[in-house]
């Protein structure tokens, strides 16, 4: 299996152009939302709004103000994909549509999918969403046929201030830690790594981030679906017990009135032979 290949971005060098987007769709010959007439969102410059089976970069646009609208920040995050290294896309695809490549990236096989849309709920991100034209789900493969190819990722390749930069994992990592340290010399102590270990085994595209995950739109402890089994077992088995204990409960019942019906008509019919 060759090296695990992934992206890491430096949100701190984006400048929301939004090369990724339109190199993304370029080369995955995706279309343009409504047939290029899209209506503004009212979002800043974020008129993509979010992925889904059609957009598979998008460019965040944060503003954030003080109260007095004196002191600004604007924050800017081109996402993707995560790729994760346990993914839950992968965890429950009924079909075997969606795997893992030799580069450790996650890809949806558009012929194999049956748009059950399982892994589309499954998918702490919301980063996955069915294409209308195929009826299939998609997103971003990390241009599996470009690295296939030997090349870089149309939208790392189209980054012009380098925000998106892809290689090797072990490298992308040391490369991320140097950053961090550079940044907290300069005095940007709020700059952090999103998407390490502890996070879902680790994402193969993974962030630098200044502002709490939340901020950014992404979940600060994503799980994956099978966390979920063992409490909803749990459950399942607890209600059981109950409607079974109910069960033997309304039975005696029963029985305990028929019994009491069947004493009283074996008195009033001894009742009656006295009486003759």
């Known amino acids: 299996m060759a090296e695990p290949m ?38 800043s410059y974020d008129n993509t709004r979010r992925l889904d089976g059609q957009t598979w970069r998008h460019v965040k646009f944060i503003e954030q103000f003080d109260e007095s609208r004196q ?8 996402d993707v994909c995560k790729h994760c290294v346990q993914a839950g896309c992968l965890e429950v695809c009924p079909t075997g549509a969606i795997i893992r490549t030799e580069f450790d990236t996650v890809v949806i096989q558009s012929d194999v999918c049956n748009g059950c849309r399982a892994c589309i709920s499954a998918c702490p ?28 990722p149309a939208c790392a ?5 380098q ?39 680790g994402l193969n595209s993974f962030y630098l ?10 979940p600060s402890n994503p799980k994956l679906p099978s966390r979920n089994t063992a409490p909803a077992a749990s459950l399942s088995a607890a209600g059981a017990a109950a409607l079974g204990l109910l069960g033997l409960v309304s039975l005696r ?14 008195a009033t019919e001894e009742g009656g032979e006295s009486d003759a």
């Open 6 to 43: 992934g992206f890491f971005t430096d949100t701190t060098v984006c400048i929301g152009c939004k090369a990724c987007e339109v190199a993304c769709k370029e080369w995955n010959q995706l279309p343009a939302t409504g047939g290029g007439v899209n209506t503004l969102s009212g979002d």
């Open 71 to 78: 002191q600004s920040r604007w924050l800017m995050m081109s």
């Open 125 to 152: 991100f919301g980063v996955i969403d069915i294409n209308p034209v195929n009826g299939t789900a998609m997103k971003c493969t990390l241009c599996y046929d470009r690295m296939q190819a030997g090349l870089t």
């Open 157 to 161: 390749q189209a980054c012009p201030t």
């Open 163 to 201: 925000s998106i930069q892809f290689g090797p994992i072990s490298e992308l990592r040391a490369r991320a830690e140097a950053r961090v340290q550079q940044l907290h010399e300069q005095g940007e102590t709020r700059a952090y790594i999103y998407g390490d270990e502890s996070i879902l085994g």
């Open 209 to 218: 981030l200044v502002d709490e995950p939340e901020v950014y739109g992404l």
């Open 253 to 266: 019942k029963r029985r305990m009135d028929r019994l009491a019906a069947d004493r009283k008509v074996a």
